[in-house]
């Protein structure tokens, strides 16, 4: 695991809502990235981490992007398997924690099971993205995003 997402797991929400806050959007990720889930706060964090790792989300692989790179499509990994699915419209917007600038990553018109949910992410350092997911209005967890190097 990447060192800074490693460190993020040990953070609190508001120490994570800070990082976020303090980060540009950065480039629209491409490809295949390695997702983690963080359960900010939580003194189970890292088994929170691990365990949705081995069963149930590992990522998002970003494509179908349009020529001027400003919106896409990506889907999921899901399961043991890293089975692709769940697609989300990706695109820039304002962010629902600051209303500053960020990626969306927004399933309300691509999904039937997770149109509802709204992802925000902004590239804390090459490659590493932070982010907030939204279950209506209402923030429910955090996550991260690394660029997959054995793409």
Do not use: H
């Not at 769940?86 to 917007?93: E, L, P, Q």
């Not at 509802?116 to 991260?144: H, N, Q, S």
């Amino acid at each position: 695991m990447n060192e800074t997402v490693n460190s993020w797991l040990s953070k609190s929400k508001d120490e994570l809502d800070d990082i976020y806050r303090n980060a540009t959007p950065g480039e629209i990720p491409t490809g295949d990235t390695c997702g983690t889930a963080i359960l900010a706060g939580s003194s189970f964090a890292k088994l929170v981490a691990l365990l949705a790792r081995w069963l149930a989300w590992q990522g998002k692989v970003f494509d179908l992007f349009c020529p001027n790179g400003q919106a896409g499509i990506l889907v999921n990994k899901i399961t043991p398997f890293s089975l692709k699915f769940i697609v989300a419209k990706v695109y820039r917007d304002k962010s629902w924690l600051d209303g500053n600038d960020t990626i969306v990553i927004d399933y309300s018109r691509t999904s039937f099971l997770a149109r509802t949910i709204r992802d925000e992410i902004r590239e804390i350092e090459p490659g590493v993205y932070l982010g907030k997911v939204w279950l209506g209005k209402k923030r429910v967890l955090d996550f991260a995003l690394t660029r997959n190097t054995t793409q």
